[in-house]
């Protein structure tokens, strides 16, 4: 049985007098796991994410990722933590437009002090391992949303984290680059690398996924489970 890479226990979290975000939940996503989390809005996805990368903390329960508890990382800690165990791909890219493609690609590693030339070297490898390696000098606003959507899955794998998460990362682009998102993020899965995939898109989440989790009002409501991974809602 493959170690866990998620583990949320009772985790909770309300904001202000409303009700809460997420309740009591409870989720373990092993290596190699394909997962999507699925819920209309206000369901807690956000949140949820939120928790696994360190941008949040929960009321009570606990975070652990990858063998550390995310959940008690103050500021800087919590910083150290995203640069090397996580990579985030977002709905609407998050792309310097003034620095080339290989350059953002590269950001990751700079501030994790890796050196130029293996910056560069992995940069490269990366891009052409995604098919835009003809790319690596142009800039983002010259590229189509897919091709822009990939270079922003490049910058997320570039320090190796063991843990890819992807919140609607088909929001922003037509069906067919959508669908291309889709096979890559299972190719990487394939590959070996833990995938969290939020979306509102079922059609993404059969086509890269493994297992899917579904959120309603703060609670796991149904899950569609691989061997040994377990979760729950009380």
Not at 100 to 109: C, E, F, G, R
């Amino acid at each position: 049985m493959t170690a866990p890479v998620i583990e949320l226990c009772d985790v909770s979290r309300r904001y202000d007098d409303g009700p809460p975000a997420l309740h009591d939940v409870s989720l373990t996503v092993r290596a190699g796991e394909a997962v999507a989390v699925l819920g209309p809005s206000g369901s807690g996805k956000s949140t949820l994410l939120n928790l696994i990368a360190g941008l949040d903390r929960p009321d009570t329960g606990t975070v652990t990722v990858d063998g550390v508890r995310v959940d008690g990382l103050g500021e800087a800690g919590a910083a150290r933590y995203r640069r090397a165990k996580i990579g985030m791909v977002f709905q609407f890219f998050n792309l310097l437009d003034d620095l080339t493609v290989a350059d953002n690609v590269v950001l990751p590693a700079q501030l994790a002090g890796m050196g130029r030339g293996g910056a560069a070297r992995r940069a490269a490898e990366l891009l052409d391992v995604l098919g835009i390696g003809r790319y690596a000098d142009a800039y983002p606003g010259r590229l189509s949303g897919g091709e822009r959507q990939r270079v922003a899955v490049a910058r997320a794998l570039m320090n190796r984290p063991p843990l890819l998460l992807a919140d609607e990362p088909t929001g922003a682009l037509d069906t067919a680059s959508g669908e291309d998102v889709g096979r890559l993020l299972a190719d990487l899965n394939a590959d070996g690398q833990t995938v969290v995939v939020v979306t509102h898109d079922l059609a993404l989440a059969r086509s890269c996924t493994t297992r899917t989790i579904r959120l309603v009002d703060g609670g796991i409501t149904d899950a569609t489970a691989g061997a040994g991974a377990t979760e729950s809602a009380r």
